[in-house]
């Protein structure tokens, strides 16, 4: 560098030292959604919400209550057509084929997107029972044998089999509740889905039982596309690869985590990750 | 900036951004005095910048603890994180300014029986001028959140380093010319390079608000123009 530099060569140097912000290489994507809108009603609950979601990674969706993001996530497995009210418009593919069409098997449908909820909810059935229904009514075995390695299997990378293998025949209500999240967890996984959605699976349990979901969820990011709900930011944080954040019906922001929770580009996403309003 | 829903965590904040504020205040003063007590060889000054320093590092482990305690309890984010992370980084390089400072003060004693022409210390003089209005724009900066104006510091640095380089040269003529200037010269010398870093430490300040206020790193190719490192000493006959 000589002591001749003009300061215009000055300032290109500093903004070209300045390091460009650059998302990962795109993962597949698994899921796509295109000008979603969802109306309760004449109540305007998702505004136009595009989005894709990568395959064998962890989406967050993170947001104010009311924002839309578990709306929207009922979308992705047509849970909302369970509300007579509820209208969905806009096109979501999986793979692909897009779940709103006509034809489409909606039983099919849910085995191939399964849901894990914020309170968990094991059948009144033995633990062997509530991971072996899904598999028996879709057919997925063709022998005893091969159900019981399904179960066994599911428990295994539910993190459960350890705890639960000398008693399988007891009732799965009879569980704590870390173990029951993680049995509805095995059951969701026992079909295998191509993509899990998880609305805020943690929120009735503690902190150990949390970390268990966690580790347990960055396990089966390997072999599965998951989708969460959480209220907790820290959790997005920690859990997720890619974030969007929801807001009065709208996806603000989405991108990689990493970026979102550093550096968010939209003031609201700013404000609301650094507890400013909510 | 909207205040935070808990406002506790404002108050933290607030509090970290005020003893920021004092600790770069009184780094400033010490830097000042200690280039003050050289020049004028006013020991009873270099002995308060030797005094002070403690004060400074104190001020160093409070910001620290309470930089961690805001992470522990308020876990920040985004911009907030920023701003604890900075605070962190802020208060380390002006724990080394006041380390810096007190260095020079020292060798105000080591010179005290031994002084020379005060011609010697024209180029240390501007230098430090120099150095100590960088360091002043830098902390106003941080202040500020002024990213323009920490990336003006950032950019000027080189200037401080070429006059480093210059006075080094001037030096070694001083000492090749009269082998009795060698011992005054070389701790001149140290105080330069003191100096000098000082200027190092404001640009990793710059650095830090570029950071707080962007997100971004700036990389490390910024213009360098100290070449003592390879500058070599012929000795003339």
């Known amino acids: ?148 390695g399904i179960v066994e299997d599911s428990l295994k990378k539910a993190g459960l089999w350890k705890e639960v293998q000398d008693r399988l025949q007891d009732s799965g209500t009879g569980l704590s509740g870390g173990q029951q999240q993680r049995l509805c967890i095995a059951r969701a996984i026992a079909v295998s889905p191509d993509v899990i959605l998880m609305d805020e699976p943690c929120s009735a349990l503690d902190p150990i039982a949390t970390a268990r979901i966690e580790e347990l969820i960055d396990d089966l990011r390997q072999n599965f596309t998951i989708v969460i709900v959480t209220h907790s930011m820290q959790q997005a944080a920690r859990v997720s690869q890619k ?36 | 900036m909207t205040e935070h829903i808990v406002s506790a965590f404002d108050t933290d904040l607030k509090d970290l951004a005020g003893k920021l504020a004092e600790m770069g205040g009184l780094a400033e003063k010490l830097v000042a005095d200690s280039i003050t007590a050289l020049l004028t060889r006013d020991t009873v000054l270099a002995r308060k910048v030797i005094e002070t320093d403690r004060v400074v590092d104190r001020m160093q482990q409070t910001i620290e603890e309470q930089a961690i305690l805001t992470i522990a309890r308020r876990q920040p984010m985004a911009v907030d994180l920023r701003a604890v992370v900075a605070a962190l980084r802020v208060s380390n390089d002006l724990e080394r ?54 990336t003006e510091v950032w950019r000027h640095d080189g200037e401080v380093d070429a006059l480093y380089t210059s006075l080094f040269r001037e030096l070694l003529t001083y000492m090749m010319e009269d082998p009795r200037n060698i011992g005054f010269c070389t701790h001149l010398l140290f105080a330069a390079k003191n100096v000098e870093r000082i200027g190092d430490h404001a640009t990793n300040i710059a650095e830090t608000v570029h950071f707080l206020v962007t997100g971004q790193m700036l990389a490390d190719d910024r213009p360098k123009q100290d070449e003592t490192a390879s500058t070599p000493i012929e000795f003339r006959e």
Request: net charge neutral.
């Open chain 1, 1 to 148: 560098m000589s002591a001749m530099t003009t300061e215009a060569d000055m300032n290109t140097q500093a903004q070209a030292a300045v390091m460009p912000r650059t998302d990962e290489d795109a993962p597949l994507i698994k899921v796509t959604a295109r000008d979603v809108n969802v109306f309760y009603g004449d109540k305007h609950a998702l505004k136009d919400v595009s989005i894709d979601i990568p395959e064998r990674s962890v989406t967050a969706f993170i947001g104010p209550s009311g924002c839309g993001k578990s709306t929207f996530l009922r979308c992705l497995n047509r849970m909302n057509d369970t509300i007579p009210i509820a209208r969905v418009t806009g096109r979501i593919e999986i793979k692909g084929q897009d779940i709103y069409d006509p034809a489409l098997d909606v039983v099919q449908l849910r085995a191939r997107v399964g849901m894990v909820f914020q309170k968990p909810n094991p059948f009144p059935k033995s633990i062997y029972e509530n991971v072996a229904y899904g598999p028996r009514i879709h057919g997925l075995a063709r022998s005893k044998a091969e159900l019981d």
């Open chain 1, 243 to 278: 974030t969007a954040f929801f807001h009065l019906g709208v996806v603000v922001e989405e991108g990689q985590t990493d970026l979102i929770f550093t550096t968010p580009r939209d003031k609201r996403t700013q404000d609301y990750i650094t507890g400013r309003f909510g």
């Open chain 2, 97 to 150: 300014i006041g380390d810096l400072a007190k260095n020079t003060a020292k060798r105000v004693g080591a010179i005290e029986g031994d002084f020379r022409s005060p011609k010697l210390f024209g180029g240390i003089n501007h230098m430090s001028e120099l150095v100590l209005a960088q360091l002043k724009q830098v902390l106003d900066a941080y202040a500020q959140r002024d990213n323009v104006r920490a």
